[in-house]
T-cell receptor, first 115, second 114 residues
Framework: EAGVAQSPRYKIIEKRQSVAFWCNPI?????LYWYQQILGQGPKLLIQ????????DSQLPKDRFSAERLKGVDSTLKIQPAKLEDSAVYLC?????????????FGSGTRLTVV | KQEVTQIPAALSVPEGENLVLNCSFTDSAIYNLQWFRQDPGKGLTSLLLIQSSQREQTSGRLNASLDKSSGRSTLYIAASQPGDSATYLC?????????????FGAGTTVTVRA
């Protein structure tokens, strides 16, 4: 089966600019997650979708971050305006909802550097 | 709230030595535990998934054990190779509200010296 696809792989932007990341989950996986991983730390959940609805966005900085999942498949995560502390790897993952014994599958991530 | 701790934070061993990576978690009400590998600046590759009812999982040179009652898991890598150099992350999946969430440790960074 195809894995979780993410793009771009790398992005360098100046602070106050905006940036968008794209994710295509595994076919049939209704649950999609965006994680932020700052260097030296474990990934932190930003937002969770089930189909095209938001399940959990409690840790999403909503003043600058937004995410959508139209049609319950692909998802985009946007940062506007970016700050230096947003430099991190942004990971997308998918899993089957309601099936706790399935593992998560992660994409290759997007490495964002804000200068 | 689930807290996941990985010790040590970094490990350097000569090639051929066995690796032992530890993971502990505070809430034993988990559904499964997953070990991931991460190369610098890259995404996560799943290595082993252990269900809460299982005691261990094996894949090639990798073996992971789970003691749910004591909140511990150990990842063993036999006969380490320079290609095993990476960060290894432990994550537990447990109930949070009406869903099952993944909680990560900060990882153990492994260097295998040739």
């Amino acid at each position: 089966e195809a894995g979780v696809a993410q793009s771009p792989r790398y992005k360098i932007i100046e602070k106050r600019q905006s940036v968008a990341f794209w994710c295509n989950p595994i076919s049939g996986h209704a649950t999609l997650y965006w994680y932020q991983q700052i260097l030296g730390q474990g990934p932190k959940l930003l937002i969770q979708f089930q189909n095209n609805g938001v399940v959990d966005d409690s840790q999403l900085p909503k003043d600058r971050f937004s995410a959508e999942r139209l049609k319950g498949v692909d998802s985009t995560l946007k940062i506007q305006p970016a700050k230096l502390e947003d430099s991190a790897v942004y990971l997308c993952a998918s899993s089957s909802p309601g099936v706790a014994w399935y593992g998560y599958t992660f994409g290759s991530g997007t490495r964002l550097t804000v200068v | 709230k689930q807290e996941v701790t990985q010790i040590p934070a970094a490990l350097s061993v000569p090639e051929g030595e066995n690796l032992v990576l530890n993971c502990s978690f505070t809430d034993s009400a988990i559904y499964n535990l997953q070990w991931f590998r991460q190369d610098p600046g890259k995404g996560l590759t799943s290595l082993l998934l252990i269900q809460s009812s299982q005691r261990e999982q094996t894949s090639g040179r990798l073996n992971a054990s789970l003691d749910k009652s004591s909140g511990r898991s150990t990842l063993y890598i036999a006969a380490s190779q320079p290609g095993d150099s990476a960060t290894y992350l432990c994550a537990v999946r447990g109930p949070q509200g009406n869903d099952y969430k993944l909680s990560f440790g900060a990882g153990t960074t492994v260097t295998v010296r040739a």
